[in-house]
C-alpha cells in the first residue's frame, strides 16, 4: 500500500501525533483502507476518528483520505482535532 500526503497534512500531522502514533494510523489504514466513513457529496473521500493521546475517539482527530483501490493507494488529504472545530 503506497501512502501518499498533501504538503498541508505533512505539517499538520507532525503536530498532532507522534511518530509512533501516526506510524500505528498508517498500519490500521493500509489494513482497512474503507474504514472510515465516506463523506457524502465528496466523490470517495473518507473521514476516520482517530484517538488522540488520552481523550480516545470523539476529542481525538479527524483524518480525512480517499482510498484509489486500482492504484492501492492511500492520499492523506487533511487532518484536524475535533476539539478545534
Do not use: C
Given at each position: 500500500?503506497?501512502?501518499?500526503?498533501?504538503?498541508?497534512?505533512?505539517?499538520?500531522?507532525?503536530?498532532?501525533?507522534?511518530?509512533?502514533?501516526?506510524?500505528?494510523?498508517?498500519?490500521?489504514?493500509?489494513?482497512?483502507?474503507?474504514?472510515?466513513?465516506?463523506?457524502?457529496?465528496?466523490?470517495?473521500?473518507?473521514?476516520?476518528?482517530?484517538?488522540?493521546?488520552?481523550?480516545g475517539k470523539s476529542g481525538g482527530i479527524r483524518n480525512i483520505?480517499?482510498?484509489?483501490?486500482?492504484?492501492?493507494?492511500?492520499?492523506?488529504?487533511?487532518?484536524?482535532?475535533?476539539?478545534?472545530?
Amino acid at each position: 500500500m503506497e501512502i501518499v500526503e498533501t504538503s498541508i497534512y505533512t505539517q499538520d500531522i507532525i503536530k498532532l501525533l507522534s511518530d509512533e502514533e501516526y506510524q500505528e494510523l498508517q498500519k490500521f489504514l493500509a489494513e482497512h483502507p474503507k474504514a472510515g466513513d465516506v463523506i457524502p457529496a465528496s466523490k470517495g473521500l473518507r473521514k476516520l476518528r482517530w484517538k488522540l493521546n488520552n481523550k480516545g475517539k470523539s476529542g481525538g482527530i479527524r483524518n480525512i483520505y480517499y482510498y484509489y483501490e486500482e492504484q492501492h493507494t492511500l492520499y492523506m488529504i487533511y487532518v484536524y482535532e475535533k476539539s478545534k472545530t
